[in-house]
């Protein structure tokens, strides 16, 4: 009887239930003894892969606009002017840069469109970049495609913004559809901060800086903004494949537009569709699968583990740095899947590469020693505009606090070059005799894992081909 009992007891279950409140369509969920639905390692790490994009950037996206402390904007269709370079206390996204002052607008676009205003910006390099929760990225602008050399105003809007149907609007030279509802619009201006009176300079242009709604622009009264019970959002990707994947995932699709001739999209949607999210569904925990959410964290680190290695082989990066932060369409589940793990919103190859900097036998770099990074002046970064050095711990992708605020090595946060016009940059617990401090990076003597990220804007992709990328040697 025990054995009949414990028999009964495992015996799977099958649920049928309503997906979608609007449809007579059902949907059966094999589940287990505790109620999760029956799914193969195979299929959670398949769904792991293709949700990642989507997870890492509505943590990204949300932190920047909600959080109370930090660089956020405090809410929706507000912005953030930045004038002083990121310190340790950014947590907003792993492996932010110290070289550029971020000025961030995040929009909602579901009932105006939102127009953002720049004045001419005199820099060496300024590029606005606008992502949504899918993660795909464009570039409307850039000092590399010869603009912000006069004043350019950008409108922007999806096909479910309610209050405009793609017309042309006087006054504004530029209008781009986007993919998501909710978007983060983020310039990175090279402010020169080396250069007391340029760097000023800059700063003005950053003030004048301005973003508004449509109707505000034509005069009328601004609409007021719609309610929205925004899911929660994780301290880190994990949680939420653990605690609200589903909820975050039917957030997402209801605010995101989706090409049903893109393999990519349609995979996502079919994976969902089999635990009960589709677009359009007000989220129902009674209508959709129970999830075992400790298996999916479980799995989502593994998945975190092995983008990292894919990242710090020196091999598979290179091959993977021209297929990164592209529009839609352009790459593959790979090269979405790596920079949303290590660093998400980064440029397109044409705006920026991010090699990593390795050691030289392939272990990671700790803060138990001391390590030299040295390049002759034949082996300095192929970058048309600017590159830089910053240090990291591994684990979350922040900047390694330090009582000298010291982050990174590069022409805004400092750098000196050799008489011979190579560098030698050391990563220390104590600044060796005779190094210049601009060439410093601090630690703290720990068991650390550690990253340094080369970033190298405008980059020379010709010269880049045969470029080797430095590696840091333990002192």
């Not at 290179?318 to 589940?333: E, V, Y």
């Not at 070059?417 to 990076?441: C, F, H, M, R, T």
Request: charged share 25%.
């Amino acid at each position: 009887m025990k054995t009949l009992a414990k028999f009964s007891f495992l015996l799977m279950l099958v649920i049928t239930i309503s997906c979608n409140s609007s449809s007579n369509d059902t949907i059966k969920f094999e589940t287990d003894d505790q109620g999760f639905i029956i799914l193969s390692n195979e299929e959670i790490e398949d769904i792991v892969k293709r949700s990642y994009q989507y997870v890492a950037m509505y943590n990204v996206n949300q932190k920047m606009a909600l959080a109370e402390s930090g660089m956020t904007t405090r809410g929706y269709n507000k912005g953030l002017k930045n004038t002083k370079l990121l310190d340790h206390t950014a947590k907003f996204i792993s492996r932010p840069n110290n070289d550029v002052l971020y000025q961030t607008a995040m929009l909602d676009l579901r009932k105006d469109p939102i127009i953002l205003q720049f004045p001419a910006i005199d820099s060496k390099y300024v590029s606005l970049m606008v992502t949504g929760y899918d993660h795909y990225v464009n570039i409307p602008l850039s000092t590399v495609n010869g603009d912000f050399d006069k004043p350019t105003s950008i409108l922007f809007y999806t096909k479910r913004t309610e209050n405009y149907n793609g017309e042309d609007i006087e006054g504004i030279d530029k209008k781009m559809e986007l993919t998501g509802d909710f978007n983060s619009a983020v310039l990175r201006v090279m402010p020169h901060a080396n250069e007391p009176e340029k760097y000023q300079k800059i700063i003005d242009q950053i003030n004048n800086i301005k973003g508004v709604s449509l109707s505000e622009y034509l005069g009328k009264p601004k609409l007021p903004p719609e309610e929205v019970d925004f899911p929660a959002y994780g301290a880190t990707d994990a949680d939420i494949f653990e605690n609200n994947l589903l909820e975050v995932m039917q957030f997402i699709f209801n605010h995101t537009t989706f090409d049903p001739d893109f393999k990519l999209d349609q995979a996502v949607l079919d994976r969902y569709e089999k635990l009960g999210v589709v677009p359009g569904k007000k989220f129902d925990p009674s209508t959709t699968a129970k999830i075992d959410g400790e298996k999916f964290k479980e799995v989502s680190l593994k998945v975190k583990k092995e983008s990292f290695a894919i990242f710090s082989d020196p091999k598979q990066s290179k091959k993977l740095s021209t297929t990164l932060f592209l529009p839609k369409g352009s790459a593959g589940l790979e090269s979405l899947l790596v920079p949303s793990i290590v660093g998400p919103i980064g440029q397109p190859a044409k705006e920026a590469l991010y090699p990593p900097v390795l050691t030289e036998d392939g272990k990671p770099i700790n803060a138990m020693n001391d390590y030299k990074i040295s390049l002759s002046k034949e082996e300095m970064p192929p970058a048309k505009a600017f590159w830089s050095f910053t240090l990291y711990e591994k684990e979350n992708g922040f900047f390694i606090p330090n009582d000298h605020k010291k982050y990174s090595v590069g022409e805004n946060s400092g750098m000196k070059l050799n008489d011979d016009g190579g560098i030698d940059i050391y990563i220390s617990a104590e600044k060796p005799d005779g190094v210049p401090a601009e060439n410093w990076l601090p630690i703290n003597r720990a068991d650390l894992e550690m990253d340094v990220i080369l970033r190298i804007y405008q980059p020379d992709l010709e010269k880049i081909k045969t470029w080797k990328s430095p590696t840091a040697v333990k002192i």
